[in-house]
T-cell receptor
Framework: SQQGEEDPQALSIQEGENATMNCSYKTSINNLQWYRQNSGRGLVHLIL?????REKHSGRLRVTLDTSKKSSSLLITASRAADTASYFCATEYNFNKFYFGSGTKLNVKP | DTGVSQNPRHKITKRGQNVTFRCDPISEHNRLYWYRQTLGQGPEFLTY????????KSRLLSDRFSAERPKGSFSTLEIQRTEQGDSAMYLC?????????????FGPGTRLLVL
């Protein structure tokens, strides 16, 4: 399977702490994207990083990509209770095909 | 609200019945995707359209599933002779491919329960 897999499966932190989640994948990709999903709702796009990029920032989010290790990480700084959600990485390979991992469930305690 | 709408939001049906879901994408988006998501899992790709052409179908999409996108606008996903294993959230996403960057905008999903 070409699916990305997130690690850890679940993460519980206190408000104000940083949260780091990782994604590993198996084949060469065109880009990798991170999505957030609040309980029982649709997914919201957070950030896209291309295969020739190593790091991107968006607000409190920082994404890194290491194509040699076929892995990516998502860092959420100064977490808030509203960040509680499931986070998925989606890898695009072979153009137009997206594969999602099973997600990291983040719980930020107030 | 991403601008992608799906109807109905919830559907309960009995095994063996047919169901149809509708997705209205963002109007200028040329690509439309269907995914299925079960509890605790990420979305699984089912099929996608470029305008009105259905370009790819996953092996997950059995003969009981059919999708259409007439005129390249809204799309429908029909499941015939539903089975309990079809119970899942069905997600639609639309996108505009530009210079190799494609961000998918997801609808809220249709939650299907087959009794």
């Amino acid at each position: 399977s070409q699916q990305g897999e997130e690690d850890p499966q679940a993460l519980s932190i206190q408000e104000g702490e940083n949260a780091t989640m990782n994604c590993s994948y198996k084949t060469s990709i065109n880009n990798l994207q991170w999505y957030r999903q609040n309980s029982g709702r649709g997914l919201v796009h957070l950030i896209l990083i291309r295969s020739n990029e190593r790091e991107k920032h968006s607000g409190r989010l920082r994404v890194t990509l290491d194509t040699s290790k076929k892995s990516s990480s998502l860092l959420i700084t100064a977490s808030r209770a509203a960040d509680t959600a499931s986070y998925f990485c989606a890898t695009e390979y072979n153009f137009n095909k997206f594969y999602f991992g099973s997600g990291t469930k983040l719980n930020v305690k107030p | 609200d991403t601008g992608v709408s799906q109807n109905p939001r919830h559907k309960i049906t009995k095994r063996g019945q047919n169901v149809t879901f509708r997705c209205d994408p963002i109007s200028e988006h040329n690509r439309l995707y269907w995914y299925r998501q079960t509890l605790g899992q990420g979305p699984e790709f089912l099929t996608y359209f470029q305008n009105e052409a259905q370009l790819e179908k996953s092996r997950l999409l059995s003969d009981r599933f059919s999708a259409e996108r007439p005129k390249g606008s809204f799309s429908t996903l029909e499941i015939q002779r539903t089975e309990q294993g079809d119970s899942a959230m069905y997600l639609c996403a639309s996108s505009l491919s530009y210079r190799g960057k494609e961000t998918q905008y997801f609808g809220p999903g249709t939650r299907l329960l087959v009794l």
